[in-house]
Structures are given as C-alpha cells and as structure tokens.
C-alpha cells in the first residue's frame, strides 16, 4: 500500500522561509514523477513543483520560480520543497504527488498523479 506523508507547514510571516518534507511508503520516488500541489482557501489545487522520475528536471509554477527549490533524496525515498521569501499568497494546503507519467503537458495536472498525501498547512501572515 502505497502512503505518502508530508510535513514541515507551519505559521510564518511574509519573507520566511519553511521546508516542507514528502516521504514514501510502497512506493519508490527515484522512479516516480513527485509534484507538489497547493489548495489555497476557497481555490481549486493548483501546481507548485515537480520532478521527473528520469533525469531528474524539476519544473516550477511561474509564481514560485525563483523562491521554491524542489529536491530529491533517493537514499531517504524523500522529495523536499525548500520555500524562501514566502508570501501571503502562498497561504495553502500543500500536497505531495506521485505517479509514473513523465509528460511534460501534463506535468502540472493533478489528474496525471496517481498517489496523494493528505496535505499540510502552511500559513503565511503579512
């Protein structure tokens, strides 16, 4: 039974930073694409971040580029979103992600992601 379990959200304020952990049971996330998606309050989840399970690219939203980094830890089985400069509107549920579709027109779908955590919070407060 595959069971991703992600931690690290919390409460902070604008311009900090938090690292959000994603780790795997039943599954192998070095042959896994891993995203990370986010459900802010009263929105739909949207794409944040995600690394291919070959060759390891990473691809990022446009308003996260430059301040989340993606990274991977196949000797852990563990993907971990580092988030700096944090904005208000980064206020969100965050999701770990994984699935075996490695296409980059569907990299930011939830619908090409076949395992889901239950999320973590994290609070951003200007």
């Known amino acids: 039974q595959v069971q991703l379990v992600e931690s690290g959200g919390g409460l902070v304020q604008a311009g900090e930073s938090l690292r959000l952990s994603c780790a795997a049971s039943?599954?192998?996330?070095?042959?896994?694409?891993v995203g990370w998606f986010r459900q802010p309050p009263g929105k739909e989840r949207e794409f944040v971040a995600a690394v291919f399970r070959s060759g390891g690219r990473t691809y990022y939203a446009d308003s996260v580029k430059g301040r989340f980094a993606l990274s991977r830890d196949n000797a852990k089985n563990t993907v971990t979103l580092q988030m700096d400069g944090l904005k208000s509107e980064d206020t969100a549920v965050y999701f770990c992600?994984?699935?075996?579709?490695?296409?980059?027109?569907?990299?930011?779908?939830?619908?090409?992601?076949?395992?889901w955590g239950r999320g973590t919070q994290v609070t951003v407060s200007s």
């Open positions: 992600a994984a699935g075996q579709r490695q296409i980059l027109s569907t990299v930011r779908l939830p619908s090409a992601y076949n395992y």
């Open positions: 039943g599954l192998t996330f070095s042959t896994s694409t």
